[in-house]
């Protein structure tokens, strides 16, 4: 028998998509992929896990802090790179040098080892947004009530509204965050009328928080959500099955339903639904629409919100004992730098993590032995500035398909994007300064084009969509049965964080398409 709804892919927009079906009293088969980490990876971040951080063996400490193989700058949750690995011969050609984009086929993709940050879209950034997909409200409402969040009700609120239910909490700030906090809390009037909006960043992390610095390299606690934590959720659910191991090659539509192509481990199969929801990530997804049902000359546009990196020093004295002091390594303040004529730029600011001492080192080469202590100085008075800009001041991709059916990545430069990233780290060190922090725009590293992650809107959502555009409800134009929940469909890449509207947006999708 046909299943109601297929869902490809475990990952935020899956998961999304697979909460407002449920809602619905549909019957839901999610196939995936699925990479999980290691048993011995998942053994000892349990081990430590199960007690408190003074508690873990010196052994495991020093694998779970150990450095990432020669030539591995990606992400790596508790030391594995599964969340990012290859194992469906994507890359079969090579994996595209400069494009840093990468997919996940991991069992709740690429949030496995996210940085977490939360924030929706300004209504204002969603002008070019079809009429009813602007509404995402009550779906950001939806997700918070399964991807917990640490939020704090402050200024932050006018411009990027909370939509977390009562009752959720907030995740102590470091000693650094809240000197500036303070800080900057002094001079807020100042800072309004420059257009800086500031408040404490949020993260979709559960309470309970041992402040052990871990985050970075993966929490030991397991409070830093995954889409996994909700897939282990969902599965108890009647109406809800999983499969793992499955590779969906490509599908087609007909008047009763969709069917999709697939491997196994065991065999090719095909597997019949009224509804395919396509939640694989930009990549995977580009590849299935364009091997499904575009002409072998189509190729997409992939917007990206670029991003750089700005060193960050501050003058007042740092607290004593920051290295050691209790405190999380995840962002820990939002700034919007709002515009009257230009899109908003979102900056995460990050305080201490033993990663900048070791960066500083590398940096000084040769002298850095000779410079340890000024390294140590400068380095618990570092701070880190991660700026985002609209996708409308950032790079682009084009995808194609290339011989044998693989997908060809093209990055394309914006000459908008320098002097967007120059003005915005100017205005950041405007507000900065008299706060007693300077700004270090000779050391920032500027992101190459898809390395912010931040990625979509190959399918643009339209009212009116043609070609490979989709409509409301990410359904490319000509097909009914097939919707797109991933990033793929945002019309355009806002400034602030990516993933909560990607999941309000599946939600959405998920809640209103037909029968
Ligand atoms: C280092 C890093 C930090 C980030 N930090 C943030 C942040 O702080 N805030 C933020 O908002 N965003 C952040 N992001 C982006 C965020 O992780 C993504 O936006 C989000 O994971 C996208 O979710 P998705 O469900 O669309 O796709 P993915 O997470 O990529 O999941 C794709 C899923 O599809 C499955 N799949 C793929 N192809 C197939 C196939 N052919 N057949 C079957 N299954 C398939 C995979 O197994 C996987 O389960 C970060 C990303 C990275 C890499």
């Given at each position: 028998m046909a299943e109601d709804a297929l869902i490809v892919g475990s990952g935020p927009s899956g998961v999304s998509a697979a909460h407002a079906l449920l809602e619905r009293g549909r019957r839901v088969l999610m196939l995936d992929v699925g990479v999980t980490l290691e048993p011995e990876n998942d053994a000892r971040a349990r081990r430590m896990g199960a007690v408190d951080p003074d508690a873990w063996s010196a052994d495991d400490r020093r694998s779970a802090l150990a450095p990432a193989p020669e030539g591995d700058a990606g992400m790596r949750p508790y030391g594995s790179d599964f969340a990012r690995r290859d194992v469906v011969g994507f890359f079969a050609g090579g994996a595209p040098a400069d494009v840093a984009l990468r997919p996940s086929f991991a069992r709740g993709g690429l949030s496995n080892g996210w940085g977490s940050a939360v924030a929706p879209y300004r209504i204002e950034d969603l002008g070019d947004w079809p009429a009813r997909a602007r509404d995402l409200a009550p779906h950001y409402a939806a997700v918070s009530r399964f991807m917990p969040i640490s939020a704090r009700k402050d200024d932050l609120a006018e411009a990027l509204p909370m939509w977390s239910p009562e009752g959720s909490h907030d995740l102590p700030s470091s000693p650094q965050a809240r000197a500036l906090l303070d800080r900057l809390g002094r001079r807020k009037d100042a800072l309004v009328r420059a257009g800086v909006v500031f408040g404490k960043a949020r993260q979709a992390v559960r309470s309970g928080c041992r402040q052990c610095q871990m985050c970075l390299r993966g929490c030991p606690y397991r409070l830093i959500y995954s889409a996994a934590h909700s897939l282990d959720a969902l599965?108890?659910?009647?109406n809800f099955r999983y499969r793992a191991g499955c590779v969906v090659e490509a599908f087609s539509e007909t008047p009763e339903g969709v069917t999709v192509a697939m491997r196994s481990a065991a065999a090719r199969e095909s597997i019949a639904a009224r509804r395919l929801f396509i939640a694989t990530g930009v990549l995977p997804t580009a590849r299935l629409i364009l091997g499904s049902i575009a002409k072998p000359s189509a190729a997409l546009t992939l917007k990206d919100s670029q991003h750089a990196l700005t060193p960050l020093l501050h003058a007042f004295s740092p607290p004593r004992g920051l290295a050691n002091a209790p405190q999380h390594t995840l962002t820990q303040i939002f700034l919007e730098l709002l515009s009257a004529d230009a899109p908003c730029a979102h900056v995460q600011i990050y305080t201490y993590n033993d990663d900048y001492e070791k960066d500083l080192k590398a940096r000084f080469g040769p002298a850095a032995g000779a410079l340890s202590p000024l390294i140590g100085v400068i380095s618990r008075r570092l701070l880190v500035a991660q700026i985002f800009l609209h996708s409308d001041l950032s790079g682009s991709m084009t995808l194609s398909l290339g011989p044998g059916g693989a997908l060809d990545i093209r990055a394309n430069a914006n000459p908008a994007t320098a002097p967007a990233m120059a003005a915005t780290i100017a205005r950041l060190r405007r507000a900065l300064s008299p706060a007693g922090v300077a700004a270090l725009p000779f050391l920032a590293r500027h992101g190459a084009i898809?390395?912010?992650?931040?990625?979509?809107?190959?399918l643009p959502m339209r009212d009116a969509p043609s070609g490979l555009e989709t409509d409301i409800l990410g359904r490319p134009a000509g097909l009914s049965r097939v919707h797109v929940v991933d990033a793929s469909v945002l019309p355009s890449i806002p400034a602030t964080t990516i993933t909560f509207s990607v999941m309000a947006n599946a939600h959405r999708i998920a809640m209103s398409a037909p029968d």
């Open positions: 599965l108890a659910h009647p898809g390395s912010s992650f931040h990625c979509g809107g190959s």
